[in-house]
């Protein structure tokens, strides 16, 4: 009796180590799966060659918000939903956008004329005015020197935005980025390129009143 449980015991451990790695087998292959869900295609990598060889460029694949949600560990810093581009973050982090036409990335740099606001642009620091500054360029944005800045645009094929990109405690970031393909599951393909990194912004918390 005492060697048939034995055995009995065995068989169970050997199952379960079985069916773990049968487990870590199907998510590796379904991460395989996922990354090439999320890749561009090897005709979009071949269209912007030259801009790749490049530092600080890439192409990403934007899903719409609805199918965003099956990827929990995706970064959401640009979204998408319902045809439109979305840098609104929550609390106090934000973003702010414009469109320049359908110039090519590999003409864009600071030097723009339209990258000009956003390149010397300077977030505040006290909680209060960050949040003011993050509905300000909501819903129908800010016009400045003529030129109207949102946190929330239409998606346009070929067209080229500048994005400034705010997280306090993490990062500040100055984007060009194309809209080079538009698929039927909804998903944008974009080409980007860094324009610049700045410091990363710290934010003064607001007191609570005790």
Do not use: C
Not at 173 to 188: M, T
Request: aromatic share 8%.
């Amino acid at each position: 009796m005492f060697f048939t449980l034995q055995v009995t015991a065995l068989a169970q451990s050997a199952s379960r180590e079985d069916l773990q790695k049968q487990l870590e087998a199907k998510r590796a292959e379904l991460q395989k799966l996922e990354d090439q869900f999320l890749a561009p295609s090897d005709e979009d990598r071949t269209a912007f060659a030259e801009l790749l060889k490049q530092p600080d460029t890439g192409l990403i694949r934007l899903l719409p918000r609805e199918v965003y949600d099956q990827f929990p560990n995706k970064p959401a810093k640009l979204t998408i939903h319902g045809g439109y581009l979305s840098v609104g973050f929550a609390g106090a982090d934000y973003g702010l956008m414009t469109t320049i036409g359908q110039v090519p990335l590999e003409e864009v740099s600071l030097e723009h004329p339209l990258a000009a606001f956003l390149a010397s642009y300077k977030p505040p620091n006290e909680e209060a005015d960050a949040r003011l500054e993050h509905r300000s360029f909501r819903p129908a944005g800010k016009i400045i020197d003529g030129v109207t800045y949102q946190e929330r645009l239409p998606v346009q094929l070929n067209t080229t935005y500048l994005l400034r990109s705010i997280n306090y405690e993490e990062s500040d970031v100055l984007v060009a980025f194309r809209v080079v393909r538009r698929d039927s599951d909804g998903s944008v393909v974009l080409a980007w390129k860094l324009l610049k990194k700045y410091p990363k912004p710290v934010l003064t918390r607001s007191q609570v009143a005790s």
